[in-house]
DNA sequence: AATACATTTCAACAATCGCTGAAATATCCC
DNA sequence: GGGATATTTCAGCGATTGTTGAAATGTATT
């Protein structure tokens, strides 16, 4: 990853609304959820909803389908793992573990199914 | 760290000129370096370095001290560590090895969430 | 004190951002 | 087809952002 990719992403996700959507449709896992769900939880409004999940997915943060009437967003954990590789490689002396901490603040062994 | 502090590193970073500062000062390690080298290295004009610098500080990326005429800036590799954090611990579904990969797992296929 | 050096401050300015509200589009159900 | 639901598009707007260039501040040297 470039650094213009790396300053695409972060815009994307340094804006309150933005990060809050990103975080609710991870929460929600790959099956993602529909537009209005999103904007209903988050107390959005519609266009302005729209006008943030086209950030989002230009930047290939997350996708999305047609369900019927519905459009259905999902997270690209992908993106961010991408971004997170390029903050750990690029903004730690060459020493990741600066900025990879051991998981103590980490959810300790969630052991999640696997 | 709260969403709305991660909102603000975020931003400070979501830029390229500051994100080619931060790195550079990365780079240069604990010792810092001075206001004109930066501008130099990155070919910057003063004054907008300083308003770049100025948004760096106020997030906690950077610190500084005086040293004679110089103002000598360091990264704040702390401030890194926990942005870094707040996003395994929040965007990763609760598996933080979806979004940061373990040297040691790295290899290691990763099997779709469900 | 006078001068040079390093950096910051400030007032502009164009460009972009995020929001609102009305209209348009797409799909489903009768 | 007609009506209801889900979402997007668009114009308009105030607010914020990033840049420039001139002036001001702080520090060292002589």
Redesign the pocket.
């Known amino acids: 990853m470039k650094s213009a990719d790396a300053v695409v992403i972060l ?1 994307a996700l ?5 990060l809050d959507v990103f975080r609710l449709l991870v929460e929600a896992g790959p099956d993602g959820m ?4 999103i ?1 209903g939880s988050l107390k ?12 989002l997915r230009d930047t290939g943060l997350i996708t ?1 389908r ?7 967003y999902a997270a690209r954990i992908e993106a961010m793992n991408n971004l997170v590789s390029y903050l750990t490689d690029h903004c730690c002396q060459g020493r990741p573990e600066l900025c990879r901490p051991t998981p103590h603040s980490a959810s300790r062994k969630l052991q999640k199914a696997r």
Do not use: C, E, K, Y
Request: glycine share 6%.
């Open positions: 815009a340094a804006q309150d609304n933005r529909p537009a209005g769900h904007a959005m409004a519609p266009s302005a909803l729209t006008f943030h999940l086209d950030r999305v047609r369900d019927g009437r519905s459009m259905i």
